[in-house]
């Protein structure tokens, strides 16, 4: 490819897991790899919703199977507060629990990530924010996704809301890669259709930014194409029909590629601008990254024509004869149409997010700014806030 500039001449690092365990049925190993890893004492970290939606039910009976011995942590909040981590880690110690399974969307993988390190490394989990400050590893964590969005089952990093501020602070560290990550799609099932189109938003906004971000490498790229050719076929049939396996198989398998190549990868301004939609407004974090995409793109693809216009094919969109800007341009419509098949409105009027709200939207996204050196295009604040303009 052209653009070959995105991977020649670097050294390229893939980080992942140790052990991956994906497809139906899979809940089913947790009791086992739990003995595998020489744990007696496992806490399972999960929020009030899922232990309503019967998802940590074959958690437990695994784990009785195995003759594991565990309690339960479901205090978790969305957009997990960083206090809710402090004490997640204070009950782990008390409690002298030697393993983690966190279970549920990004935010109990978050927490148990969070609360892994906090409990070997002492202090705070805000005390680690950036990137590889993080002294020591933490104690063993399984992490099992019910939603297919954040690949947060695969990554080395996790997101608190610090209360201080009320803004997002973002941990990086290889100690935060989960010790198995079990990928079963049929967790995933009894999502509703809203939260089945917020959280496979967000893992297309994880390939889509990776996929044009200065830092991707050729294990990202394989990856975050191949996520974005399967969300495009089954974010709109897994929406559709919450029992369609075949679609939450796929959406399954997208989200963890997508998030094995942002791992890698790197995200951009998509996230970056995201962030303060969901902090000053409470939107869901996907949610806020959909709405950010399209116009995200538009002002990004000057910068990378060429890779746009592939992230269109992927997309299934017909390119042969235009030119790399006329390609992107289809993307462009494409993704206002697949957020309009999921019904997440992509204006923020819609939210009752106005024009009066643009200094704070500015202010948010430039508090982001650690997210904009991997961009394809560079942002000013008069840029940051003519792309919030063109989305309100
Ligand atoms: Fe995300």
Redesign the pocket.
Known sequence: MADGIFTMNKVNIFRSPNRVIFGNGTVSQVGAEVARIGARKALIVTDAGVVKGGMIAPVEDSLKKAKIDYGLFDRVEAEPPARVVDECAREIREKKHDIIIGVGGGSSLDVSKGASIVVTNGGKVLDYVGNDLVPRPGIPKILLPTTAG?GSEVTRVFVVTDEADNDKKAIFSDYNLSSVAIIDPLLTVSMPPKVTADTGM?AL??AVETYVSRQATPFSDILALEAISLIGEYLPVAYAKAENIEARYHMSLAATLAGLAFSSGGLGAV?ALAYVLGTEYHLS?GRT?AIMLPYVVDYNKMGAPGRYARIAQAMGEKTAGLSALQAVERLILRLHQLLADVRIPDKLGAYGILAGDLPKLVAGGLRQRRLFPPNPRDLTEEDVEKIYRSAL
């Open positions: 954040t967000d906004v994880h996230h974090h990254n």
